[in-house]
C-alpha cells in the first residue's frame, strides 16, 4: 500500500486516516489513488469511520455501495467489527484496483458482499456467484486466536479472509474466458470433483503427508478451488508487502531501483523472489519483538509456478489484456 501525500499540508497520510494531523478532515479518492480535503464524503464515514468519498453527498462509496447486506446492529459488538471488516475491504480492494479489478474500467461485475454478525451459529464463510460472505466476528482477536489454534493455521486476519474470497469470485469471473479453464485445470486439477465431498475428506483425514512440496498451505490441498483461492490470496500478500516496503521508504539490496512498483512489475518469477526475501528480514524484526513472523510461510517450487500463473492471469486484469 502506498503512502499519500497531504493534499492540504505538509506530511504524508496513510491509508486509513480520516483527517490530517490538525483534525481537518479529508477522505481518499479511490480512482485518483490521492487524498481529498473536500466531500462528498461517503455516507458511512461517521457510522463505521468509512474515509472513502462518495459519488453524491448522502451516497456510499464505491466500496460500501458493494455491501448488499450489512449485519444485524443488535448483536453485541456488530458495528464495531464492521468497521474493521469494512476497513479490510477497502485495502484488498484498493490493491486489487492496482491492476484495474472493480474499477470504473472494469467491464465485469463487481462483487457482492453479506457481512454477517454472529449469533450462536457461526457465519458460513464463502463465495457462490459473484456474492462474498463474511463473518465480522472474525476481527475479535480472542475469536480469532481461538480458530486459529482449533484449524492449525499460522495466519488468520480479516485482510487475509477478504483476499482469499475475493479470490474465489476473481477464479469465477476469470472461469467466463474461453482460455482461462483449461490452463487452469492443467495447473491447480479439475475443479469440477465433488467440493463438499473433497473439504469433508481433507477434515476427516488431513492433508497429504507432502503437501508442502505441493501447496502454500495445508488447506490449499483440499481442492483445486481452494487452492486457487489460497495462491491468489498469497499473491496479493506477497505483492502487497513489497509494495508497502517500498512505500514506507525502506531500502534493501532485493529492491530493483528507486521507485520500483511491485504492482507494475512484468517478471512474476523476480516480484515473488524480491517479496519472498523481504519477508525474511520483516520475519527477523518481528521476533525482536516476540512477535510471531508476519509472513510465516515457506515457497516451494511448486508454490511459486502456481503464484507465477495467478499473477500472469490477475495482471492482465479485468481488462483481459
Not at 477522505?27 to 461517521?46: G, H, I, L, S
Not at 477497502?90 to 461485475?109: I, K, Q, S, V
Not at 495445508?218 to 498469497?234: G, K, L, N, Q
Not at 520475519?283 to 510461510?297: E, I
Request: with cysteine.
Amino acid at each position: 500500500m502506498r503512502v499519500f501525500s497531504n493534499p492540504v499540508g505538509a506530511g504524508s497520510l496513510w491509508f486509513d486516516n480520516l483527517t490530517i494531523a490538525d483534525g481537518t478532515p479529508v477522505a481518499y479518492d479511490p480512482q485518483a489513488r490521492a487524498f481529498v480535503p473536500m466531500p462528498p464524503f461517503c455516507a458511512n464515514r461517521e457510522r463505521i469511520g468509512c474515509n472513502w468519498i462518495a459519488p453524491k453527498e448522502g451516497e456510499f462509496c464505491r466500496s460500501c455501495a458493494m455491501t448488499a447486506l450489512a449485519p444485524d446492529p443488535d448483536i453485541p459488538n456488530a458495528i464495531p467489527n464492521w468497521a474493521q471488516t469494512e476497513a479490510a475491504k477497502r485495502w484488498a480492494l484498493d490493491n486489487l484496483g492496482r491492476w484495474h479489478w472493480f474499477r470504473p474500467e472494469d467491464p465485469g461485475a463487481p462483487p457482492v458482499f453479506h457481512l454477517l454478525a454472529e449469533g450462536p451459529t457461526p457465519v458460513a464463510m464463502g463465495h457462490a456467484q459473484g456474492v462474498v460472505t463474511i463473518s465480522v466476528a472474525e476481527v475479535d482477536p480472542v475469536l480469532v486466536m481461538t480458530r486459529r489454534e482449533a484449524l492449525q493455521e499460522p495466519y488468520r486476519t480479516m485482510i487475509g479472509h477478504m483476499r482469499h474470497e475475493i479470490s474465489h469470485m476473481l477464479w469465477w469471473r476469470l472461469s467466463l474466458r474461453e482460455d482461462f479453464l483449461d490452463a487452469f485445470r492443467a495447473m491447480f486439477g479439475d475443479e469440477r470433483i465433488d467440493y463438499q465431498a473433497a473439504l469433508q475428506y481433507h477434515y476427516q483425514n488431513g492433508p497429504p503427508t507432502e503437501w508442502r512440496q505441493h501447496y502454500l498451505t495445508s488447506y490449499a490441498s483440499a481442492h483445486p478451488h481452494e487452492d486457487w483461492a489460497e495462491t491468489a490470496a498469497h499473491l496479493l500478500h506477497l505483492t502487497d508487502i513489497a509494495d508497502s516496503f517500498v512505500a514506507t521508504g525502506l531500502s534493501s539490496p532485493q529492491i530493483p531501483h528507486s521507485g520500483w512498483d511491485p504492482y507494475s512489475e512484468p517478471d512474476a518469477e523476480r516480484l515473488i523472489r524480491i517479496a519472498a526475501d523481504l519477508t525474511v528480514g520483516v520475519n527477523h524484526v518481528n521476533r525482536a519483538m516476540g512477535l510471531s513472523d508476519l509472513y510465516p510461510f515457506v515457497l516451494s517450487d511448486h508454490a511459486r509456478h502456481k503464484l507465477t500463473f495467478v499473477h500472469d492471469w490477475l495482471r492482465r486484469g479485468a481488462l483481459g489484456l
